[in-house]
């Protein structure tokens, strides 16, 4: 059991702490490596010269962490790392990605599976997310396709995932995520979160997740809302989270981009991270023939801003 940080104590994973005796044990890398694919075809995006991020197209990682390709390390212009992967607490965090945990009942996202008047629970049920194929690639835009395969390799869903390195001023640049997900066998496809299964506490992630790194925890805001407790569950145009990356470079993530439904899934206290979540409250259903089309944005700036920085910042801003 773990505590929940607003009081309750949840069977979940969703803070850190040594796992009960009764729990499988953690499970591991492939081949016992970092989860990175080394492989030299794995490109970076690269913003007025500087190498801002690293894609991870072929993560060699065991089925259980949820294995998708992720952008990770993210860093600002001045090399401040603002992204973390396989950390210690949630070892399927794999920087900036999209993943989902109930994919028509595979999981998608990695860890156990939230079982409605069960908890959370370690199952045969872990899909991916693979890399089938790319349209484009250059220093500041990557274009492929992809497919969320369930664990027998069946197709869910099919992706094309647009990755854009976009310029913002001295001390920010803009990652732009468009991902367009249609439904694979000619019928709808049902997407849920512990929430929506039956997990209390505004458990619903899944989506567009950005798992943070930070020294101490981090501020989180909105135009008219702050601190996690507020933001969390919250459909506001905009978040900001800002905090202090390892070495102690400061750093502002602005997100945008919630689609009609989603909501911000935020949590600061256990960890450090933001989801565009997709079912936060209730299932959502891409229906057969009926793309949905995601875009997301993140303003990665150097220093803190406050409100008045992210508005100015918003307004101006293409594209």
Known sequence: MTADSRGGVLPGPDAAGPPAPEREPRPVVAGGGNGRSDRDDDPRLVVAGTEVARYVVHPDLDARHGPRPYLHPVRTLSGTPVTDALPADHVWHLGASLAVQDVDGANLWGGRTYVRDTGYT??????????????????????????WRDRAGRPLLRERRRLTAIPAGPEAWWLDVDATLTAAGGRDVHLGSPATNGRPGGAGYGGFFWRAVADGEPEVFT?????????????AGWLALSGTGPGGGAYTLVFTGLGPGD?????????????????????????????????????????????????????????
């Open 263 to 319: 909501r911000w899934f935020v949590r600061t206290g256990m960890y450090p991270g933001v989801c565009v979540a997709y079912a936060f409250d209730r299932p959502a259903v891409i229906a057969a023939g009926w793309p949905r089309r995601n875009r997301h944005r993140v303003l990665v700036a150097d220093g803190r801003l406050d409100r008045a920085a992210v508005a100015a910042r918003l307004a101006g801003a293409s594209g």
């Open 223 to 235: 135009v008219d809302a702050e601190g996690e407790e507020a933001v969390n569950g919250s459909a």
């Open 122 to 147: 370690w199952r045969d049920d872990h899909g991916v997310i693979a890399h089938t194929g790319w349209r484009a690639r250059a220093a500041d835009r990557l274009d492929h396709d992809l497919e």
